[in-house]
């Protein structure tokens, strides 16, 4: 879980800001909190309120740079894509600075780093144990392309041997690469929690992203497809029933090239690994190839009800409405079964989907739904006002972002407001009591 991050001089973020998901002083909504440890209290969910580029986006965009520069890494002397603050002079000349707090495995970690158009300037990783940061390494730029490793007692290195390794990687790491990327690509076994947290548990969704994998919960009858079918019904969009129909590739598709055929022939295992080829029309299809080496297409196609008859009629899911399919590329939000939880963070919840729905997918996610009641949490940037319900949301779930005069993005919670708990929050947002809000002139303004 998300436990606190840190982002300055990065895109609209000057100055240190910093977004916390630590439990507030609110007390409504218990079950909106897990608690590690019997000592951290950790919110599930948060909400994100701007104007129009007050700087929402950029959060998002800013946590996507950490995870794909954490994950993916650079090639040598390829340079890092930074996009620091262009309204104050003195940042082109600053490093841009990302730190994380977040909880993996049992363990808390502190990470992040420094980095400028070239190189990486500074990194560290820290466990937090209590109240104390107990150092696991540090590394450092310094002249003529060299970097200074520190790393902690607290890392445990099994001999002489594992520290000489683990030092040779840091030497042997580019200037444009995170030591942090450097060590799981070469294998060192010490960080790979944190490394794992950014790759597998961090997930961005920005509005016209699209899940690749859902077939996969439809190729049996399984209690995750009951439980997918059950949340599609709940939102009302006409679905009785979603199949998978079967296609023979080189039969039943003429127009797919021989090269692409092959390609994915010698990509295969027999009735083992299976891939998802999209369309530029939108289809998606499982390619897997079966006992005689054909290779095998499926695709998703939903059931409707016909009138006055006990007859379906079906369609391909490109067919869908964009709200559906929206709803479709959501439900593993709401259906991951990774141990310890994901992060999702999303880009306007609220594209292509009705209000009273966003309400009801944050809703859903908020109950409690399995007994061990995983821990997951919802990051979302939104203009959907009817969110702001206290009977919905807690006070320090809300948040806001909004440009200062120096064309700044600021983030701060509705808790340092305290609201009361009977004060419509919706109508006071949209007067402009809790600022980030657009400021919008008269007509007379404009001289007409």
């Known amino acids: 879980m998300l436990i606190r991050c840190f982002i300055e001089n990065f895109l609209s973020f000057n100055e240190q800001s910093e977004f916390s998901m630590v439990k507030g002083r609110a007390r409504k909504y218990s079950n909106h909190v897990s608690k590690f440890n019997n000592q951290l209290s950790v919110l599930k969910s948060a909400v994100l309120y701007g104007a129009n580029a007050s700087g929402k986006t950029n959060f998002v965009r800013s946590l996507d740079f950490v995870k794909n520069f954490v994950v993916k ?48 300037v500074e990194e560290w990783l820290y466990e937090i144990k209590g109240k104390k940061d107990v150092l ?98 709940y939102f009302d969009v006409g679905i009785s029933d979603i199949i998978l129909e079967k296609f023979k590739v080189e039969q039943d598709f003429k127009d797919i090239p021989e090269e692409v055929i092959s390609n994915l022939k ?82 306007e919840i609220e594209r292509s989907l009705h209000p009273l729905l966003v309400k009801k997918f944050i809703n859903l996610f908020l109950a409690p739904r399995f007994k061990n009641n995983l821990k997951q949490q919802l ?4 203009h959907e006002s009817n969110l702001l319900d206290l009977e919905l949301l ?28 009977d004060k419509d929050i919706q109508k006071g947002y949209l007067n402009g009591r809790f600022g980030a809000i657009p400021f919008i002139r008269e007509p007379k303004d404009l001289g007409w």
């Open 73 to 120: 890494g650079k090639k040598p002397e390829e340079p890092i894509f930074i996009e620091k603050f262009k309204f104050d002079k003195k940042s082109l000349d600053r490093p841009s600075s990302f730190q994380f707090e977040f909880y993996i495995g049992k363990r808390i970690y502190l990470y992040g780093f420094q980095v400028d158009y070239e190189k990486v």
């Open 266 to 347: 010698k990509g295969l295992k027999r009735n083992d690994v299976k891939t998802i080829l999209s369309t530029p029309r939108k289809d998606r299809y499982i390619i897997s190839k079966d006992k005689n080496e054909d290779l095998i297409a499926q695709r998703l196609i939903s059931k409707h009800k016909m009138k006055e008859s006990d007859e379906y009629a079906t369609l391909e899911l490109a067919d869908e409405s964009e709200g559906t399919q929206r709803i479709i590329d959501l439900l593993p939000i709401l259906i991951s079964f990774l141990p310890g939880g994901n992060v999702f963070v999303i880009d």
């Open 136 to 233: 696991l390494f540090s590394r450092k730029a310094l002249k003529n392309d060299r970097f200074k490793l520190s790393l902690g007692n607290n890392l445990k290195l099994k001999s002489e041997r594992d520290k000489q390794f683990v030092e040779f990687v840091s030497e042997g790491t580019p200037s444009n690469q995170l030591f942090l990327t450097e060590s799981n690509h070469r294998n060192v076994k010490y960080f790979t929690k944190p490394y794992e947290w950014f790759r597998d548990v961090l997930q961005i969704i920005f509005p016209d992203s699209k899940y690749d994998g859902i077939e996969f919960f439809f190729e049996e009858q399984s209690k995750i497809k009951d439980l997918i079918l059950k949340i599609i019904k």
């Open 379 to 382: 990051i979302t940037t939104t």
């Open 394 to 421: 807690r006070r320090d779930e809300i948040w806001f972002v909004e440009k200062n005069k120096y064309q700044e993005s600021c983030l701060y919670s509705l808790e340092e407001f305290k609201p009361r708990y």
